[in-house]
């Protein structure tokens, strides 16, 4: 088939592939390959127990520092909402936790 009448043939929604030669074809399909490539070992990494894991301490290490920070007088960071939430479930998590131990305290004097 010519180079005109692959272009008349060519599909509304094609983008120009009919007419784009087996060199060029072939070099977008490497890069696509290539994309693909990354974006599965990005998902890969992504959802791995170790990762999630080192995600999870990083986390809770930034909420630490930033629940010391406040207890310091320094205040929630501002500049990450993410940051605030995390240090605050971090102090709830904490007052239940030693509300529950007084409770538990208080009951083993009580008997």
Do not use: C, F, W
């Amino acid at each position: 088939m010519s180079t005109e009448r692959a272009a008349q043939t060519a599909a509304p929604g094609d983008n120009g592939t009919a007419t784009m030669s087996r060199a060029e074809l072939e070099a977008q399909v490497v890069e696509a390959r290539r994309e693909l490539g990354d974006a599965l070992d990005e998902l890969t990494t992504r959802l791995s127990p170790s990762y999630q894991a080192a995600q999870l301490a990083h986390g809770t290490k930034q909420a630490a520092a930033d629940v010391g920070g406040l207890l310091t007088g320094n205040g929630l960071p501002e500049h990450d909402p993410s940051r605030s939430r995390n240090a605050k479930i971090l102090l709830g998590v904490a007052a239940v936790g030693a509300a529950t131990v007084a409770i538990i305290l208080v009951r083993a004097v009580r008997h």
